[in-house]
């Protein structure tokens, strides 16, 4: 069995269907569930990537020191499998266990200043999931990829439509920049600037949504997805102001952080549907 391991930095437990969202549409994350098993309590035990990486390849707790035994990606290859990475976040590709994958896929960061995408295929995460689909095209037989994608972190340049199709008539504008707001709210902030900020960042997840549906489908038409389970895992949430920070990942350690998705769906349907409202964390997976 092949696995895709997809690993979305930023990525808000509150905004997808699956985890309770009613006011975004998600269609590609509900399609997920339905045939995934969902852990509803994920919880990640560093905000810091490096130390995150260490929970998931040392396969232990992120504050626990280094086993002697194989990394996760040695233990991939030893079961035959080509342990590959791709990413488009600079500190993954350089951990120290990065090197125990056999290949790299670099995907360039977004680089410099950057307009507001016009349309949905300028936008970096369709560049991301289209050089993901890409490779799938051309996978050796037996592969286990994983795929951390720090766009949500990174760049807020879904198109216009993507801000502005929740917002009714009389709502404020929504927030217009690229780069993602890093800020700690005053105690008299303007809710009117915060809702814009949400509204974005809501616009961002739609366009993460309609760019998974397009790599679900892939896995649909394609004899790949019989023999492929795919995991989609969050690395950190983003807050938005629930405790007056706005995509800070530091010193407050509340849920909007650390509590992140994890959906695994197996080939086979075993789990289809089914959830578990136990504590799962990085070193678990």
Not at 26 to 41: E, I, Q, V, Y
Not at 204 to 211: E, H, P, S
Not at 244 to 250: E, N, P
Not at 266 to 281: H, K, N, T, Y
Request: proline share 10%; glycine share 8%; net charge negative.
């Amino acid at each position: 069995m092949n696995t895709i391991c997809l690993v979305l930095d930023g990525l808000h437990t509150g905004f997808l269907g699956p985890y309770g969202n009613t006011w975004i549409h998600t269609p590609a994350f509900n399609l997920l569930a339905s045939h995934a098993f969902t852990f509803d309590c994920a919880l990640i035990d560093s905000p810091q990537i490096d130390r995150l990486y260490d929970s998931y390849w040392h396969i232990k707790h992120a504050l626990a020191p280094a086993p002697d035994g194989p990394s996760f990606p040695t233990r991939i290859r030893q079961a035959d499998l080509t342990p590959v990475l791709m990413s488009d976040e600079p500190c993954v590709l350089a951990h120290p266990l990065a090197a125990d994958f056999e290949k790299h896929v670099r995907i360039a960061s977004p680089d410099g200043p950057r307009p507001i995408a016009e349309e949905l295929e300028e936008t970096h995460f369709a560049s991301c999931f289209a050089q993901l689909i890409d490779w799938l095209d051309q996978a050796p037989e037996q592969f286990f990829l994983w795929c951390h994608l720090g766009g949500l972190r990174m760049v807020w340049d879904a198109p216009a439509e993507y801000r502005t199709a929740y917002a009714a008539p009389d709502d404020p504008e929504p927030f217009l920049g690229v780069e993602p707001p890093r800020c700690q709210l005053p105690t008299d902030y303007d809710p009117d600037d915060l809702f814009g900020i949400v509204q974005a960042y809501a616009g961002q997840v739609a366009l993460v949504d309609t760019c998974l549906g397009g790599l679900l489908g892939m896995l649909d038409e394609t004899p790949l997805g019989e023999n492929t389970a795919l995991a989609v895992l969050g690395a950190r949430g983003f807050p938005l102001g629930e405790h007056r920070q706005v995509g800070l990942d530091k010193l407050l350690l509340y849920g909007e952080l650390v509590h992140v998705p994890a959906m695994i769906c197996l080939p086979d349907g075993r789990g289809a549907a089914a959830r578990s409202p136990e504590l799962v964390q990085p070193a678990d997976l």
